[in-house]
């Protein structure tokens, strides 16, 4: 099997950027079925844990604790993983995600907003500790905060030095922040006719995705690899 490191940085590129729509995609979903809270981050939740310390209310600091705890058993499952078996991280995030998917759509509507998001504080730390970035870059696919970033500062030292390592890394977060904000675009759209369900739709991401990591990790090759136009190195 062909190792990660034998498939061009262009290719990876392609898939960080497809990982980056699942994470708009997913991320969107959260904002329009689950009053508009995010649960691809933890700021947020850990700002709540905080006050329901100080405001004694320990039933919504048992529940969001049970967010943040999920979020840690992601990151910790992708570091347990990379030490007990040889199978690709990368294939474990896409799964998780997957799984998220499949579990959104049949949760009711007027369940516990926090516990609704569970599945997706789960899978964000799965697929943000698997897919790490690119040429070197640390970018995340699953909030754009950082990405919105580096993007400003490459393009300023870019306009003020016209280096074109500064153009290919505004380039590459660019890249990310459209494909990003396109999962968001798509999610908005879909959950106008599907609502809650509208999570399986991501799904078509998801085993674009899985195609695409299995062409990595050389499973696959021929014509996918021509489809996603695969260079791989010597």
């Given at each position: 099997?062909?190792?990660?490191?034998e498939?061009?940085?262009?290719?990876?590129?392609?898939?960080?950027?497809?990982?980056?729509?699942?994470?708009?995609?997913?991320?969107?979903?959260?904002?329009?079925?689950?009053?508009?809270?995010?649960?691809?981050?933890?700021?947020?939740?850990?700002?709540?844990?905080?006050?329901?310390?100080?405001?004694?209310?320990?039933?919504?600091?048992?529940?969001?604790?049970?967010?943040?705890?999920?979020?840690?058993?992601?990151?910790?499952?992708?570091?347990?993983?990379?030490?007990?078996?040889?199978?690709?991280?990368?294939?474990?995030?896409?799964?998780?995600?997957?799984?998220?998917?499949?579990?959104?759509?049949?949760?009711?509507?007027?369940?516990?907003?926090?516990?609704?998001?569970?599945?997706?504080?789960?899978?964000?730390?799965?697929?943000?500790?698997?897919?790490?970035?690119?040429?070197?870059?640390?970018?995340s696919?699953?909030?754009?905060t950082?990405?919105?970033?580096?993007?400003?500062?490459?393009?300023?030292?870019?306009?003020?030095?016209h280096?074109?390592?500064?153009?290919?890394k505004?380039?590459?977060?660019?890249?990310?922040?459209?494909?990003?904000?396109?999962?968001?675009?798509?999610?908005?759209?879909?959950?106008?006719?599907?609502?809650?369900?509208?999570?399986?739709?991501?799904?078509?991401?998801?085993?674009?995705?899985?195609?695409?990591?299995?062409?990595?990790?050389?499973?696959?090759?021929?014509?996918?690899?021509?489809?996603?136009?695969?260079?791989?190195?010597?």
């Amino acid at each position: 099997m062909n190792s990660e490191s034998e498939v061009s940085d262009d290719f990876r590129k392609k898939l960080h950027c497809t990982m980056a729509f699942i994470g708009g995609y997913i991320g969107a979903y959260a904002l329009l079925n689950r009053a508009d809270v995010f649960g691809n981050a933890q700021t947020s939740n850990l700002i709540h844990v905080a006050m329901s310390i100080v405001g004694t209310d320990f039933l919504d600091l048992f529940i969001r604790l049970g967010g943040v705890f999920l979020y840690m058993a992601g990151v910790t499952l992708v570091v347990i993983w990379q030490k007990i078996t040889k199978i690709n991280v990368h294939y474990l995030a896409v799964v998780v995600d997957a799984l998220a998917f499949i579990m959104l759509g049949f949760f009711p509507k007027d369940m516990d907003i926090i516990v609704s998001l569970y599945p997706i504080f789960f899978a964000a730390a799965v697929q943000w500790t698997s897919f790490s970035g690119v040429y070197g870059y640390n970018c995340s696919t699953i909030f754009s905060t950082n990405n919105l970033k580096q993007f400003t500062m490459a393009g300023v030292e870019y306009i003020c030095s016209h280096d074109k390592k500064f153009s290919h890394k505004a380039k590459f977060y660019g890249s990310v922040l459209i494909t990003y904000h396109f999962g968001v675009a798509c999610e908005f759209f879909v959950n106008q006719v599907f609502g809650i369900k509208s999570s399986w739709f991501g799904l078509v991401a998801v085993a674009i995705a899985f195609v695409m990591v299995a062409v990595e990790q050389g499973a696959l090759s021929g014509i996918f690899g021509m489809i996603f136009g695969v260079k791989r190195t010597a």
